[in-house]
Every structure is written in C-alpha cells, then in structure tokens.
C-alpha cells in the first residue's frame, strides 16, 4: 500500500514522457524569486486538438488564486507545423516562504490524458531580498541592476525594476469636491521611457498640477530596493455629476538596456511625452536591449450627489468655502457710456466649475455678459485664490440706481452643509450724461451773416414735434406688450451639432492640443447629450454598443480613432501633423449621421 502513490506518480510521469513528443502540454513558472505577499502568474500551455479537451488545474494548496484563470488562445509554428494551443494563466499569491510546489495539472487532449511536470517558485521574505540585493549592490550603495547575468529572465527583471502606479488621494467624494490623481514611474535601471497614452478624465474638469516638465524625481525605497521616483502627472479632478467613473490606465513604452557584464555606475533614465521614436541606436558595446509596455492600473472614482435636504434654491454648483464682494469700477460713470460691475468671489473651492452669479439689473441699465479673471494657487487642494466677474452695463439716463442684494450659496465640504453668504445692495449714482457733455464741449459756431432765417427754425420745430408723437407712440405700444400675458414657454429643442463643434471650429487654426481638447469636449458632450450617458458609462466600450446599431461598423471605427487621436494630441507637444478641417468634417458626418437614427 505505501508504494501505491510512487507506482502512480511514475505512471503520470512515464506517459507523460511517452507522450510529449506527440502534444504540447506544459507549466511556465518564473524563475526569478517571488517577495512573499506578491503576486506571481503561472501558465499552463496545453494543445488543443478538439473543442472538447478538457483542463484541469492542480491543489494551489501554498497559494492564495488572486486572479484566473484566464484562458487565450495561441499558435505555435515551431514544432513542425502550426498547432493550435491554449494558455491557461492563473494570478497566485504565495502564503509562505520556501520552495513552494505547483503540483501536476491534468488535461485530456483527444480522449487521452496527460500531466505537466510539477514546478517550484522560490518565496523570499523582504529581509532576504534586501540581503540578496546588497551582494549586488556596488560601493557607495546604489544597486546595479542593470547587470544581466547569463540565464538571468529579463522580462522578470524589468518588471521587478520598471513599473508605474497610480494613486487617487480619495475614491468617495461629493460633486463638486477635489480628488487629486498622481501618476508615477519607479525605476532601477537603463531606461527610455515614453507616454503614449495619457488616461482620459471623462466627467472631471481637469487641472494639471505637475507634469513631466517640472522633473520632479525623488528616491524611495520599497522592500529594501531603492528606486528613482518621477512623478510623471499630477492633477486635481473636479467631478461634474455624480456617478461611477473610471480613470484610464497611463501606458508607457520603454527600452531598457542591459549590461553582460558587471557595471559600476547609476542607472538612468529619461522620460518623453508623445516623442517615442523607432530610431535606429543602437546600445553601447558589451548592452543588450529589450522594449518594455506597461501600464498603470485603472482607478475607480465615486462620486455621490449632493444632499437634497436644506440646498438653496439659488445654488449654482459652488462647492467649497468663498466669500464675495463687489463694486462699481468707475469713480463716476456716465449716462449712455459703458461702465463696469466687478464681482469677486474669494476663498478655496471649486473655482473653474463657478458660473457668473445672475445680476437684476434695476430698470434703466443693460447688462452684458461678463469677463472671467481668474487667480488661483494650484498647489492647494481645493484651489485657493479668486474668480473675478466683470459685467460691462450701460446706463440709459442719469440718476441714483441700486442693483439688490442677494445670497451667494455654496456647499461646504467642511461641515457637509450648505451655506450663504450674504452680499449687500450696491447703491451708484449716474450724474453725468455723456451726450450733454459732448454738445456742450463742442457748441456750434454762431453765423457772423447778420440774417435770419426762420424757415430753417420752423422745419427743427416740425422735425422736433414728430420725433416726440413717434416716441409716445412707441412708448405706449411697449406699454401694452409689457401687459399681454406671457406666451407659453417653447418646447424644448436639441442643441443644434454645430454647437458642440463650434469650438473645435475656431481652434483649427490655432493651437493643436487646444483644438484636440476642444473637439474631444464637443464629441463627448454630444454623446452624453444625445444618447443619455454620463459617468463611467462614457467609455469607448459603452460607445460600441450605444452606436453599433445607429451607424456603420467603419463610421463607429473612424469616430473611435478620432478620439483616440484627440487624446493623443491633447498631451503631446510635437503636432502630429493631422489635417484638423478633416477630422472636424468627419466628426460632423458622423454625428450627423447619429442625428438621423435618434
């Protein structure tokens, strides 16, 4: 009875021997060590002869199954001729430290059955790593991890040495309130790295805080190994409605040298945004290269609304703590000439969503829309500084005017509550007219003819009388306008496209990225508009389906690159040299085109 288990475990191994020329079907572990708590993938790659085969996974007993199993499919064309394969990939999680064993898997390929030879990962402690790392370590203390030593995974190397993460500092907050997203690049080695894809920030207004171009490099240590830190991005989000969203993987391209031989120096590293190049260098004598893709993993945002109980009936979307203040520009403004209402809202909040507060002006002025200055400090989480509203108004006679009081309202993140903050009536006085002015500081010039002409009074007399019985006219006609009762509202109507795109319109001959940031906007305001999407519901995934029976898979194709090059463009610094008048046309056709299937 005790031999029974040797006598099968040969039997496995005999037809697995037997058989292994005949089928594919083996375990791909990494060689490298795995820090214990971290996640390790194994693979099993097994021919597939019919849809039937069937696979079986072995007792992970030492592992926790974080991930899988994932099955694709693949070919291979190295074993005389063509086979179909299927990889069947699991995402474990060691639960001790050791030699740890995947067992044989089992499969049954065309009626036959078949096992994998077992396979070990080596689990070390974080202790044991830092002591294996400074073997490498050169004098002065820096690992040399651009050594490739011979058998050495280099796959497993630059993932251990090259990777991004992303961060959010919160993944829960109200409409309207802050969440600040960083993205950085760790590294140990001989790197060129390039960002090929910024994520995409759908539902947020955006403020870049740090970029590539401020260098922002600093050295952190992570389970006893040092690595150069470049914070590639940094921005503050503000959330537009509430919602589910999903902030874009950033993905980056790299080449990465190694040396075969020992090396005394720092690596390097250099970081570009859209310049990545397929050129043509080459590595010094004695390196190896090796290109690297990777990505950050996506970051879920959620957003909730804001409390129904107690919002003011005049709140517009202020988020944070302000106050506000506002005058008369002009010591003494004139009648019939254009003066100016500043109005300044101050303190630390959601700055770039504040639309213009709403003036009654008193009867006897126009108003106009304002100006925007803006003057905040970026730095600070919730922007700190001021919105400044400058309305240019006409007054249409002189006198003493006062534009009523009113209550500015916003929600305090602070107490979770709404607050308002009162502004006084603004009381200003017309004295002047600046059409008596100028005829009075230019009178006419008196005829030294000696004669008179009475004709010439008779006619302004006429001419004066006239204009006054056309003026009461008018006057008593907008009388009884004014007292007609209102007509209905009219219904209400779509936006018209060209709306949407109107500003990528004007920018086609300006800037590029503002021109691709203003064309994004306007396609994805028409589709949120149009088809009733908002938070992570606007996605390109979301989009296929949505579109996939209103317009042709090659239009659905054509509008999807559009927005990916948008994407592309709004980071990049190097014009990319599109033809901008053709991709607003074929965005224009395309809505168009979803228009009439509405």
């Known amino acids: 009875m005790k031999n029974k288990p040797i006598i099968l475990t040969l039997t496995a191994l005999l037809a697995f021997f037997s058989l292994s020329a005949q089928v594919v079907f083996k375990t791909l572990v990494t060689s490298e060590p795995v820090l214990l708590g971290h996640s390790c993938r194994v693979q099993f790659i097994m021919e597939e002869v019919t849809p039937d085969d069937e696979f079986f996974a072995p007792d992970f007993a030492a592992f926790k199954i974080t991930m899988g199993p994932d099955v694709s499919a693949a070919t291979d064309g190295n074993t005389g001729g063509f086979r179909k394969l299927r990889n069947i990939s699991y995402v474990l999680t060691p639960q001790k430290k ?109 403020l870049d805080v740090i970029g590539l171009k401020n260098k922002k490099v600093a050295t952190e240590e992570i389970d006893g190994l040092l690595y150069d830190v470049h914070t590639v991005r940094t921005v503050q989000l503000y959330p537009l409605n509430e919602g589910e969203y999903e902030v874009d993987p950033m993905e980056v391209r790299s080449k990465v040298d190694f040396s075969l031989k020992a090396v005394d120096t720092d690596p390097e590293q250099t970081i570009n945004e859209g310049v990545y190049k397929d050129d043509s260098d080459s590595p010094p004598p004695g390196w190896i290269r090796f290109e690297h893709e990777m990505k950050s993993e996506p970051l ?201 795109l109107r500003p990528a319109a004007i920018l086609t001959e300006g800037e590029s990225q503002q021109f691709y940031a203003a064309l994004n906007q306007g396609i994805w305001q028409y589709l949120g508009d149009r088809l009733h999407v908002s938070g992570t519901q606007m996605n390109k995934t979301t989009l296929r389906h949505l579109l996939s029976e209103r317009i042709s898979q090659a239009q659905l194709d054509e509008l999807l690159t559009i927005i990916e090059t948008c994407e592309a463009g709004i980071y990049t610094v190097v014009d990319a040299g599109n033809d901008k008048e053709a991709m607003l046309h074929s965005a224009m056709s395309i809505m168009q085109g979803i228009e009439q299937r509405l």
């Open 98 to 206: 050791g030699n740890l064993e995947i067992p044989s898997a089992m499969a049954i390929i065309n009626g036959k059955t078949y096992y994998t030879i077992p396979a070990f990962i080596k689990v070390i402690s974080p202790e044991e790593a830092r002591e294996q790392d400074k073997k490498q370590t050169r004098p002065g203390g820096f690992n040399s991890s651009s050594y490739l030593a011979p058998g050495e995974d280099p796959a497993a190397k630059i993932n251990r040495g090259l990777f991004l993460k992303a961060t959010v500092d919160r993944q829960s907050c109200y409409v309207g309130q802050p969440v600040t997203a960083t993205f950085k690049l760790y590294s140990r080695l001989y790197s060129k790295s390039d960002i090929v894809k910024n994520p995409g920030f759908y539902g947020f207004t955006v």
């Open 300 to 500: 879920m945002i959620s957003v909730k609304p804001l409390p129904a109980k107690g919002k003011p009936d005049n709140w517009t979307g202020a988020v944070g703590r302000f106050t506000v203040n506002w005058k008369i520009v002009e010591a003494s403004p004139a009648a019939n000439e254009e003066a100016h209402l500043e109005l300044v809202v101050q303190g630390k909040g959601n700055f770039s969503q504040l639309t213009p507060p709403v003036i009654k002006w008193p009867a006897g002025i126009e108003g106009f829309e304002p100006r925007v200055v803006d003057e905040w400090d970026i730095t600070k989480k919730p922007l700190q500084g001021f919105r400044k509203f400058i309305y240019p108004f006409v007054a249409s006679r002189k006198g003493l005017f006062t534009i009523p009081a009113f209550s500015f309202s916003y929600f305090n993140t602070d107490s979770n509550k709404y607050n308002s903050y009162p502004v006084a009536a603004l009381a200003f006085d017309i004295s002047r007219d600046k059409n008596r002015e100028t005829i009075e500081s230019n009178p006419v010039k008196k005829q030294n003819t000696g004669s008179h002409n009475p004709a010439g009074l008779y006619i302004a007399i006429i001419v004066t009388l006239v204009i006054a019985g056309v003026f009461i006219m008018w006057r008593r006609e907008s009388r009884r306008e004014r007292m007609k009762p209102s007509p209905p509202p009219p219904p209400v109507q779509r936006i018209p496209i060209e709306d949407f």
